[in-house]
């Protein structure tokens, strides 16, 4: 088995996998400098942000003193606003301290105890301010449009004791700040755009890679070699298939990490919690997820791609033993939908197509086309596709392995 190993190790192409791995880190790394470093008054650090937030926080404070002309607050009552001072100016001192615990507590105790505080979907919604609905374009006032439930993500932060809060960690903390990368953009941050382009580099470098190591038998001349090793045909490529995957991932999660210990470096910035809560609306529904559900659906969605294409990249090579050609034949299907070739298929039968699933930030925030396709519904879509392929390989391996009878 080690000798096996050693043996695809050793055939599968280096130089392609070094330049996928600088490829990757230099798109994350830069996306993720821009994002932290764009514009000197953004809050994308722990500074800029407890600095924004600061300057927030003084709008209830000076709207709740007792010196103060009650203008926004006027229908509030004495005793929440008299709590409402208090409580923000407690929230404001904490802050300063990065107690982050006791500013979610207090957060908490806001949202519970002043059920008319005007300012609780202005300011304390901070981190999850731009996750409303998706059509709240067409409302004409702010108190039209629906927004997060608040007390979801608090209560959740206050029970674990989470050492996180979203007025510093949404783009600070270098976990949150990669993830901003990979996809977790809000919809209408159109700075965050990057994350589609990032999942067709991906689709790329598969198309490329597969399609090399499908065909290098045939170019390098070594078919009749393999048939004599002591394996089915059908366990040697499947096996050659699942190393080439293992590979490309340990590729992939190092340019990840990697990335996220540099941030993590990065002066005033934090390594962040895997725990961090990430919500969202959806017809109306708070969708609570949290960073590291997030991560595993980000790497998920990349595997169900590669084992797909994989198989694919086999099939082609029963008859297309040319490299390039089998890798464009890949790169046609992976990218059906920036093509306009899906316009080919009925509308109804397109979210069946995988070629339709290259916008993680739209699956995952259910936008557009995606809003009946929760990840379980894309997940066996994909399953659907890669199960016939791989099935369609082995029978067809079978049937040339079968001994021709003799005339």
């Not at 001192?93 to 207090?106: E, F, T």
């Not at 002043?114 to 981190?127: H, M, V």
């Not at 941050?189 to 065909?215: E, H, K, P, Y």
């Not at 991932?249 to 990697?258: A, F, G, H, R």
Request: net charge positive.
């Amino acid at each position: 088995m080690r000798s096996f190993l050693r043996f695809q190790l050793k055939r599968l192409p280096w130089r392609l996998i070094a330049l996928a791995f600088g490829l990757l880190f230099v798109l994350i790394y830069f996306s993720g400098r821009f994002d932290i470093t764009t514009f000197p008054d953004q809050p994308t650090s722990i500074s800029r942000s407890i600095r924004y937030m600061d300057k927030q926080l003084d709008l209830p404070i000076r709207e709740y003193s007792p010196n103060t002309d009650k203008t926004k607050s006027s229908n509030v009552p004495k005793d929440q606003r008299d709590f409402s001072e208090m409580n923000y100016r407690k929230i404001k001192n904490a802050l300063h301290q990065k107690k982050y615990r006791l500013v979610n507590l207090l957060i908490l105790y806001q949202l519970q105890k002043a059920p008319r505080d005007y300012y609780p979907g202005i300011i304390l919604s901070a981190g999850f301010n731009d996750m409303w609905i998706n059509t709240w374009e067409s409302s004409t006032t702010v108190q039209e449009r629906e927004h997060v439930d608040l007390n979801i993500p608090y209560e959740y932060l206050v029970t674990q004791r989470l050492n996180v809060t979203p007025f510093v960690s949404d783009r600070s903390d270098a976990l949150n700040v990669v993830a901003n990368v990979l996809g977790i953009h809000r919809w209408n941050d159109w700075l965050q755009s990057n994350n589609t382009l990032l999942v067709r580099v991906f689709l790329a470098l598969m198309c490329i890679l597969f399609g090399l190591v499908f065909t290098r038998e045939h170019s390098h001349q070594s078919d009749d070699f393999t048939r004599t090793l002591p394996i089915s045909m059908f366990r040697y490529q499947a096996a050659r298939a699942f190393l080439t995957i293992l590979v490309f991932d340990l590729v992939v999660l190092s340019v990840v990490i990697l990335n996220i210990g540099i941030f993590t470096l990065t002066p005033d910035h934090d390594l962040g919690s895997l725990l961090y809560p990430i919500v969202f609306m959806n017809k109306g529904d708070t969708i609570f997820v949290v960073l590291w559900q997030f991560y595993g659906l980000w790497f998920l969605l990349i595997n169900l791609w590669a084992f797909f294409l994989a198989g694919l990249s086999q099939l082609f090579s029963f008859w297309i033993k040319d490299s390039v050609t089998n890798i464009f034949c890949l790169g046609v299907i992976a990218f059906a939908k920036t093509l306009n070739l899906l316009a080919l298929f009925p509308k109804e039968v397109q979210p069946f197509l995988p070629s339709n699933y290259d916008a993680f930030s739209d699956m995952f925030y259910r936008l557009d086309l995606f809003d009946t396709l929760p990840p379980s519904k894309w997940i066996v879509i994909f399953a659907a596709w890669i199960v016939p392929v791989w099935i369609a390989v082995a029978l067809i391996i079978k049937m040339r392995e079968r001994p021709k009878l003799a005339v």
